[in-house]
Structure formats: C-alpha cells, structure tokens
C-alpha cells in the first residue's frame, strides 16, 4: 500500500506541476483521467496509508478497508464546517424577487446608485452613461442622481432644461446607442440573416446618437451638478463579486418612502464540496487544479443577468424608439451651419459627432466633402479625435494647408498638432518643395515645432536648402531639451529628414558625428536609436566601414553593427521610417 501511495503520489505531483499535460493526456482519454483523479486519490491513499499504520497488521485487508472509510469520513467532517458556513453565507445574499402586476411608472427626480463601479472604465463614474440618458428621456422623469461607489458617496445630478437658459457647457451622455446592447432580441431576429440584423441594430444606433446630437443642439442643454437632490424613487444596481463570497447581481426600485417596488437578482456561490476533493478546471490557456465546489445558484444554468435590460422590460417608457429621420436632418442642420459662415451657428456642434457617426470606414464621397469643409472650418473644434477615426494614417492631399492652419490655430490641443503634423509627414514626396509661409512658420516657431515635430521630416523635400535648418532645429532642442523625451520627437524627425535627403545632406556628416560620439550622446538613447543614426549617416554619405561605435566594441559586434546596417540600407524605405 506504501508503495502504490508513492506511485500516486509522483503522478499527482506530475499533474499538479504540469497542468497542461493533463488537458492533454484527456486527447488519450484513459492518461488523462489517472492524472486528473492522482491529486485526489494520493490525499486519500496518504491518509489512509497514515491511518492503516496505525492498526494492528494482522487485521489485514479488513484495517485496510476501515483506514479507507475513515479517511473519508474524517475528509467530510474536516470539509463540512465550510460546506455549512457557504450555504449558509449564500442563503443570507438571497433576497425574494419583487414582480410589478405592470409596468412600472417612473416620476420627479431619479437618484441611481449604482454599486458596480468596480466593473466600470476609468473615468465612467463621472458621466452619464446609456441608462442615465434613456432615464432622462422617459417622460415625467426631472432629473437623475447618479450616486456611484460602494458607499455612494460621489453623487452628480444630470438634467436637462430647454436650451438658452443656462451656458451651454457642452455636456453630452456617453454613447446613449450603447443601450441597444440590453434590448431583448427581437422576435423576428431568427428570420433574418446575420447581415441585415447588424444593419438593423447599426442603424438603431446611429438614429438613437444623431436623435442625442440634434436634441443638444437644438431643444435642450445637458447640465451636471454634484448636489444630490432628495430623489422620488431610487434604482439601485449591485453588483457584488469577490472571491470566496457570494456573487450577487441584483437590481432593485424603491419608493420615496423607501418600499420595494421592484427586485430582480441572480445569487450565485461555489461552496466547497463535503467529502472534498481535487477538482480539474481545463483551459487552452490556464489549466489548474483547485479544491472541488459544488455550484449554488437562484437562477438557471449559465443564466447572465443584465439589471439594465431587467428595468427596460419593467419601466414604462424605458424602451426607446428613435426616429428613422434623425440622421438625415443632423447632416442637413450641419451643411446648414457650415454654410452660414456669418456667425457661430449653433448646428456646428453636430460636426464632430456626426463625424464620428461615420464609424471606421471611408466616407462617401458626398460625406468626405463635408468632412474637408468641417476641418477647413477653424469654428469648430477638437476634430483631430475624430477625424483620426476616418484617417489614422494618411489623408487626402488637399488638407495640406487645412491641416497648417489647424497647427497654428491657438485653440488646437497639442494632442491634436501631433496628429495633423504625422498626416502631413506622410503626404506625397515632394510635396513640400515649396513651403508656404505658415508652413515656414510651423517650423520656426518652437512652441508648435515642439507638438508638430513630425513635420521637420518634410524639409527634406527642399533638398539641400533643408539641411540648414533641420541642422539648426537638433541644435535647439539639444541647447534647450534637457529630458529625452522632450527631444526625442524632434531628434527622430531630423534622423528621418537626413536619412531621405541622403547624399545632399553630406554637408550635416561632421556635426551629426559630433553629436553621435560624445560621451553621453544628446541624440540616442538606445540601440534603436544609435541604429537609426548609422543608418542616416550611411545614407549621408559615410562609408560603413567609417560608422562612429563605441571604442571597447570587439571586432564580432562591430562586424554585426556593419552588417545590420548594409541590411536595412538595401531595403530603406522613406515611407517606413528608421524605428
């Protein structure tokens, strides 16, 4: 028995240290099940062994008998002290649900406490999200309390009133279409194909966000204020899940008085099984052993519970049904505003929404000219954001001197001038030969080269007269930069100029070496970096074998330094860049 305890023991410890083999042992079926059952049956046969050591030998097969039964006996008693304390944690997380005869009627002010916040995004708890705005649009409904936190000690009231009669700070919920994403599905659902249900719930989605934009900039201003107000029913959403606890999802309605209107929740708990054992939990990923649990759950198999779809089936006027029109007058108000170049109209505010409406596709041809006349109009704006949706990497050649003039504009982010200048940086070859004044002056002025650096790269296109400046450029941001990170963008930038201009930029060699071979370089700051300049300076003119290397560099290492360089050299692309 000792032995065979042995054997069961180097098998368990096999599939303990290996999970993974088990998931792949169960391919074979009969290896997979041994070394799924091994930590089981070695705690066991330890304990019995231990047990049967105990007893007197001549009892023979009878002792071993009894070890075995008492091993497991003693198991249980030891496991069901846990068993007990997790049932009974479970029957307590239980409350009984609370059904409407009807829909129920939502008035006055809304306070939402919402107690899953743990599960939001960084910064959520701060907006109104898609059930905040489908409340504030249920009829009868004044105001929503959002009250956020396991404590729900951070409280902001939204509200809408009618347009003009506060400043319009431009508040707006976050992605109000979200709340599709709770509705039931539809009873035809299963007659359509796959193709025309994402067409139905697109289209949903974007007539829900074009009814929000057209409503703020037209009938109504959204405003937030972080002063409760004394709430006429209070919706409350938990969501609790920790470990060795219950989960607990639950979504509840109470009256001014604080009685329960409605309650719906899904209880689930694993409770440690009594006699215990081993249990194997297989993934492709992350196989692993845990101590066996029995389930416990006050809903079905699987059941997910969604508290927000749970309200939009028993709220009246929760459900919402936009209008199929909405997206056709946001573009006919915007092409209106855009056109009115007298005055800020207030259509204006729908272009960066609408621009986003577009998704992450190319626009048609009719859209994309009146994404060119909302970035050439400097009235609106933040468009970088959006426009990046449209054109991540590239853009059309006549935004050249739109996008200038975005760089200049003072109200333009610095996010926003570092986007526009790597769309630039990628225009055609060329295209810079003859720089405007604006564009000169993007260059000069070190407060906008700073966010624009990847424009630096483009004066490369006037050829030797290029050189100069770019030269003049890494001087600065040497002299005045004393971080890495505050030159790198206009180190690399230059790097990439130098590299295009090649030979006509033979006149830069001696200052770039310079540069290269101090001490504590000012234009590196790994080997990437230190490649991208050997490669700038190879281009420039300098024989590979003549490439500036540290000094206790070993012939093997400088050889494969040279014979790195002479790879990229033969596949340079201007387009690609260095790093």
């Given at each position: ?24 042992g ?27 050591w ?63 916040v ?75 194909g796959?193709?025309?249900i994402?067409?139905?719930h ?34 409350v ?15 509840e ?41 029995t ?61 986003v ?39 059309p ?47 000069n ?63 830069a ?26 490669i ?44």
């Amino acid at each position: 028995m000792i032995i065979l305890t042995v054997i069961m023991g180097f098998i368990a410890l096999i599939a303990l240290a290996m999970p993974d083999l088990v998931l792949l042992g169960l391919f074979l079926i009969v290896p997979g099940i041994i070394l799924m059952v091994a930590p089981t049956a070695f705690l066991y046969m330890a304990s019995a062994t231990a047990i049967r050591w105990l007893l007197p030998a001549r009892t023979g097969v009878k002792a071993t008998v009894l070890a075995f039964c008492t091993a497991g006996v003693l198991a249980a008693l030891v496991a069901y002290p846990f068993r007990w304390m997790g049932e009974r944690e479970y029957r307590a997380s239980i409350q009984e649900d609370v059904v409407c005869a009807s829909l129920l009627k939502l008035e006055g002010n809304i306070r939402l406490e919402r107690r899953d916040v743990l599960h939001w995004k960084r910064g959520q708890t701060e907006q109104c999200d898609e059930l905040c705005a489908a409340l504030l649009l249920v009829p009868g409904v004044k105001s929503v309390t959002l009250a956020n936190g396991i404590d729900c000690q951070h409280e902001t009231t939204w509200k809408l009133v009618p347009r003009g009669s506060v400043p319009n700070k431009r508040l707006k919920p976050i992605n109000p279409e979200e709340i599709f994403q709770h509705y039931p599905i539809e009873e035809n659902a299963d007659r359509l194909g796959g193709t025309r249900i994402h067409e139905f719930h697109q289209a949903r989605r974007e007539q829900l966000a074009a009814e929000w934009n057209l409503r703020l900039a037209t009938r109504n201003t959204l405003i937030a204020r972080d002063v409760a107000v004394a709430p006429d029913i209070t919706i409350v959403i938990t969501r609790s899940k920790q470990d060795s606890t219950p989960a607990v999802e639950r979504v509840e309605v109470l009256g001014q008085s604080g009685r329960t209107l409605f309650r719906r929740s899904l209880v689930e708990h694993a409770v440690v099984n009594s006699p215990p054992y081993i249990a194997f939990h297989p993934s492709m990923s992350n196989s692993r052993f845990a101590i066996g649990r029995t389930k416990y759950s006050t809903g079905s198999r699987r059941e997910r519970f969604d508290p927000i779809a749970e309200l939009i089936e028993n709220v009246e006027g929760l459900r919402q049904t936009p209008s199929e029109d909405a997206p056709r007058l946001v573009k006919q108000r915007l092409v209106e505003a855009l056109g009115n170049v007298a005055s800020d109209s207030d259509g204006l505010e729908l272009a960066v929404p609408w621009i986003v409406g577009l998704g992450y596709q190319t626009p048609s041809d009719k859209d994309a000219e009146i994404v060119h006349r909302i970035v050439a109009d400097l009235r609106v704006p933040d468009v970088g954001e959006a426009l990046r949706r449209i054109y991540p990497k590239t853009i059309p050649l006549r935004y050249r001197s739109i996008l200038v003039q975005r760089i200049i504009a003072q109200q333009t982010h610095a996010e926003d001038r570092t986007y526009f200048a790597s769309l630039l940086s990628k225009m055609p070859p060329g295209t810079f030969a003859d720089m405007t004044a604006e564009e000169w002056q993007v260059i000069n002025d070190p407060s906008l080269r700073v966010d624009s650096a990847a424009f630096i790269e483009r004066l490369a296109d006037l050829g030797k007269p290029g050189v100069q400046p770019m030269l003049e450029i890494l001087q600065h941001a040497v002299q005045t930069m004393p971080k890495w990170h505050q030159r790198k963008p206009v180190v690399q930038a230059v790097c990439r100029g130098l590299a295009r201009l090649g030979p006509d930029a033979n006149e830069a060699l001696p200052m770039i070496r310079s540069l290269f071979e101090q001490q504590r370089c000012p234009i590196t700051n790994s080997a990437g970096d230190a490649l991208a300049w050997r490669i700038a300076m190879a281009r420039m003119g300098l024989s590979i074998e003549e490439l500036p290397h540290p000094p206790s560099w070993k012939e093997p290492a400088i050889a494969k330094m040279r014979d790195q360089v002479s790879r990229r050299l033969a596949k340079y692309d201007p387009e690609a860049g260095l790093w």
